[in-house]
């Protein structure tokens, strides 16, 4: 770091170490048995929930209850606000919230806050009817969203001060998978509660014929009670040993040490070539991004009930997440992360392939199965390696905003195109989408390699 950020306590250094030895097996499967491990694995749980229950599974619902796949293409803009999570997240970083930061310390506070706004959001939405106006629903929906995003916040700044530099993949490949859990718990468990709550079997067609919303208020109910799980953990974790930070002299200078420092201290830190890593970062999940809000409306039009994609994701889809997860974490301490980094990208891009194929299938519940394991499989290994990736980037000074930062750009512009997924399905078909989808993986094998030469050239690449 050439011009370390003012700071009472000695300079912190970025979260990314010099190169040195790998950790011998053994050493590596134990810090997944750490507390610091462990509690990752239930906030990230925490953290994954929110997201599908106002995009994927949202997608779902609303499908079945008649709304066009143009309109859920639009609604899915929703999800933007993970991607502008960057512009409240100095706030989320420097800013006190009396009492619960006086109670709890400034992470958990901010913690337990998110949280809270999630809970209260799933509420609404559960007692909304989409068929009579999406607009209550759009609003609870985004209430969960910018609660699920600060949620982000605080707690990629909580992960990365909680250990040190080398075991950042295992903390990250932990909280993917109590991410992934949620993801699974909020797509496929929400579908079987759903299921159960129905007074008698819905038809199995598209259509408002095969919707009951009594059904789905309780499958949301159940979600919102599931927030528990973090909520407990944040009042039984430690708070991260809080750095000093000197006190602003005035209004400017608090607001640079806020909002104007983080960023710069990037751009310091790596110069020129920090707009390699922006435009890695900001594509390396479009094709899964674009391709998942259509992945739910799909499973609808081909006739699959909720039970048999819940049963699927359930079962095939936790296995291989878990699996994803764990050889992603392992790998990215064995082999260095831009190594795993590379193949994820390469698995991501082609498990939508498996889509195209699927959609030629029509009603094959062994492809389905065979497409959504080897889709999780492969998002638990990119997903794994890339939060590594971004930790590493980080300096914990400002862990918070930086990360937010990362996180944000990850999604917005996948986000962004993603809204008009609808109507691309709709002008030219299921199959040709998610060739497309595959298609816009290739430019992140580019910026993979790019990246990769330059970590190996300037000594900040692990085991390159």
Not at 139 to 151: E, I, K, P, R
Not at 406 to 412: A, K, N, P
């Amino acid at each position: 770091m050439d011009n370390p950020p003012l700071m009472s306590a000695p300079p912190a250094e970025p979260t990314q170490a010099p190169a040195s030895a790998a950790l011998p097996w053994r050493d590596a499967l134990k810090v997944y048995l750490e507390p610091a491990t462990l509690r990752m694995l239930a906030l990230g749980f925490s953290a994954g929930l929110p997201l599908l229950l106002v995009l994927g599974t949202l997608s779902f619902r609303l499908r079945e209850a008649g709304i066009d796949r143009t309109t859920i293409g639009y609604l899915s803009w929703v999800g933007l606000a993970y991607g502008f999570k960057w512009v409240w997240a100095p706030l989320v970083d420097r800013l006190p919230l009396p009492p619960l930061t006086t109670l709890l310390g400034r992470r958990r506070g901010w913690l337990l806050l998110a949280q809270g706004m999630v809970i209260v959001g799933l509420i609404g939405m559960a007692m909304n009817d989409p068929r009579l106006g999406l607009q209550p629903l759009i609003w609870c929906a985004l209430l969960v969203a910018f609660g699920s995003a600060t949620q982000d916040i605080a707690l990629d700044a909580f992960r990365i001060e909680s250990a040190e530099t080398r075991k950042q993949a295992a903390l990250a490949a932990a909280y993917q998978t109590g991410y992934r859990l949620a993801m699974i718990w909020a797509g496929a468990g929400v579908l079987w509660v759903a299921a159960w709550a129905e007074v008698a079997p819905a038809v199995a067609v598209t259509g408002a014929a095969a919707y009951q919303n009594g059904a789905w208020k309780t499958a949301y109910l159940v979600m919102a009670a599931s927030m528990a799980v973090g909520v407990l953990t944040v009042l039984l974790s430690p708070e991260p040993v809080r750095r000093v930070l000197p006190k602003a002299k005035n209004a400017g200078e608090w607001l640079r040490s806020v909002l104007i420092e983080p960023f710069a201290d990037f751009i310091r830190r790596y110069k020129w070539q920090a707009a390699l890593i922006l435009a890695l970062i900001a594509i390396y999940r479009i094709s899964d991004v674009v391709m998942g809000i259509m992945a739910n409306p799909f499973y609808v039009d081909m006739g699959f009930t909720k039970d048999q994609v819940a049963t699927v994701s359930k079962i095939y889809g936790v296995i291989m997440t878990l699996v994803g997860a764990f050889v992603g974490g392992v790998l990215s301490m064995r082999l260095g992360v831009m190594r795993v980094l590379m193949l994820g990208a390469v698995l991501s891009a082609a498990s939508n392939l498996l889509f195209a194929w699927l959609a030629t299938r029509g009603h094959d519940l062994t492809a389905l199965i065979a497409v959504v394991s080897a889709d999780n499989l492969a998002g638990g290994i990119a997903s794994a390696a890339f939060i590594a990736y971004l930790s590493s980037l980080t300096n914990i000074s400002y862990s918070a905003t930086q990360y937010a930062l990362f996180s944000s750009l990850m999604l917005l512009l996948p986000k962004f195109i993603a809204g008009y997924s609808g109507a691309f399905v709709d002008a030219y078909g299921y199959s040709t989408f998610f060739t497309a989808t595959a298609l816009l993986g290739v430019p992140v094998l580019l910026l993979v390699a790019l990246a990769s030469r330059m970590a190996a050239r300037t000594g900040d690449g692990e085991r390159q």
